[in-house]
């Protein structure tokens, strides 16, 4: 959250708005915060956790696949 600071801070200054950080983040393997909904809620998404995990898992076996090619 503190590396996203500046950026919010200098949004913030050129548009004049009032400009906020929310976290949203899935690991590789999928995991989520306790507290993701609240956060998606608060940045107006409505999608399932489920399907968020298995983008998250789906990509990272894309990524291993391919560096296991190499």
């Known amino acids: 959250m503190e ?3 500046e950026l919010r ?3 913030a200054r050129l548009w004049s708005v009032k400009v906020a950080v929310t976290p949203v983040a899935i690991v590789t ?3 989520v ?3 993701l909904q609240e ?3 608060k940045i107006r998404v409505t ?3 489920e399907l968020l ?3 998250a898992l789906l990509g990272s076996a894309r990524i291993k696949g391919k560096s296991l090619e190499a």
Request: hydrophobic letters at 30%; charged letters at 30%; proline letters at 0%.
């Open 3 to 5: 590396k996203y600071q």
């Open 9 to 11: 801070r200098e949004l």
């Open 29 to 31: 393997l999928g995991v």
């Open 33 to 35: 915060s306790k507290n």
């Open 39 to 41: 956060y998606l809620q």
């Open 47 to 49: 999608v399932r956790t």
């Open 53 to 55: 995990q298995k983008a």
